[in-house]
């Protein structure tokens, strides 16, 4: 499928991937798994009736949910901790079994651009030989200043490689909006009602004309360090906007499709007004972009965790 601000790799099979190396009896990531925020759990109106959702994407309508105390990442995964995995497990993502991955068109090298073919339903995306989470542009692109950044172009599968070796999980999509929204019920944004309360900016998405201009009067033009702007109530950042976040759950039922969260840098209420914390898209569990990322979270085991701060309106 197409979705919002993310395309599906097109014409493949299921890949049989070569067997990761089995993780090391104390992976490295246990000291961030250690660092996760506590969250109480309990009952919140999960969803929206927003004039700006669309019916397909299954916003609605708005309903009590419980969940249990879990145990959830301030941050998405950055790249320096992907690494860490990588080099621990000589794990390799999916993107880089399939040898090509989706790049906005606007952030590639001419030579690049000119091997890239356009996706035709999004033609501002190309498929990128040689695009990976080492190389978010592709080829000649690095990961240089970009260590604290989310670690792109991981699939769904990626992320479960990840959570396995470091002892947690993603977040269900229940557990990702409790957390996402900070304590604040049925608002918009993680802060409020406002996009930019006061004119300050809180979110990275794409600000002027898409596709063609981002005045990046934000700060960014593509991803931005995972700790930006100011945290949520519990003390998570960029929770919208930013990257995409995987979710442990099927879009629907009746499909294999798995949930994404947030939204992403390349969003804009022109096409993709999905960087509101009710929205929600999916994609294929194979699928990566340079605008896909995943937060961990966990089970509440142990004391070690840090406790939510108070929510702040």
Not at 55 to 73: K, L
Not at 120 to 128: G, K
Not at 304 to 312: E, G, I, L, S, W
Request: proline share 10%; glycine share 8%.
């Amino acid at each position: 499928m197409l979705s919002c601000c993310a395309p599906a790799h097109e014409g493949t099979t299921p890949l049989t991937l070569s067997p990761t190396p089995p993780p090391p009896a104390a992976p490295p990531t246990t000291t961030a798994a250690r660092r996760l925020i506590d969250l109480p759990g309990g009952r919140f109106l999960m969803g929206t009736e927003d004039p700006d959702s669309s019916p397909t994407d299954g916003e609605g309508p708005v309903r009590e949910v419980t969940v249990n105390p879990f145990r959830i990442a301030p941050t998405t995964v950055t790249n320096a901790q992907f690494a860490t995995f990588v080099k621990a497990t000589g794990h390799v993502t999916e993107a880089e079994h399939f040898g090509y991955s989706y790049v906005f068109g606007g952030f590639l090298a001419e030579a690049v651009a000119a091997v890239s073919p356009p996706v035709a339903a999004v033609p501002w995306w190309r498929a990128v030989p040689g695009a990976t989470w080492r190389h978010p542009e592709g080829p000649g692109s690095s990961l240089a200043a970009r260590h604290n950044h989310p670690v792109v172009h991981v699939s769904w599968n990626d992320a479960q490689a990840y959570c396995a070796w470091s002892g947690t999980r993603l977040p269900t999509e229940a557990e990702w909006e409790y957390a996402a929204r900070g304590g604040l019920e049925q608002r918009r944004y993680p802060w409020g009602d406002e996009l930019t309360p006061e004119g300050r900016h809180m979110c990275n998405i794409w600000r002027g004309d898409f596709p063609v201009h981002n005045t990046a009067e934000d700060g960014y033009e593509s991803t931005a360090p995972a700790k930006s702007f100011r945290p949520n109530g519990y003390g998570l950042y960029n929770t919208v906007g930013n990257v995409w976040e995987w979710c442990a759950d099927r879009f629907t039922p009746h499909t294999l499709n798995r949930v994404m969260r947030g939204g992403s840098y390349l969003c804009h209420d022109s096409y993709c007004n999905r960087y509101r914390v009710a929205a929600r898209s999916s994609n294929t569990p194979d699928s990566s972009t340079a605008n896909i990322g995943f937060r961990i979270a966990a089970d509440t085991t142990s004391t070690t965790a840090r406790t939510a701060r108070p929510v702040t309106a």
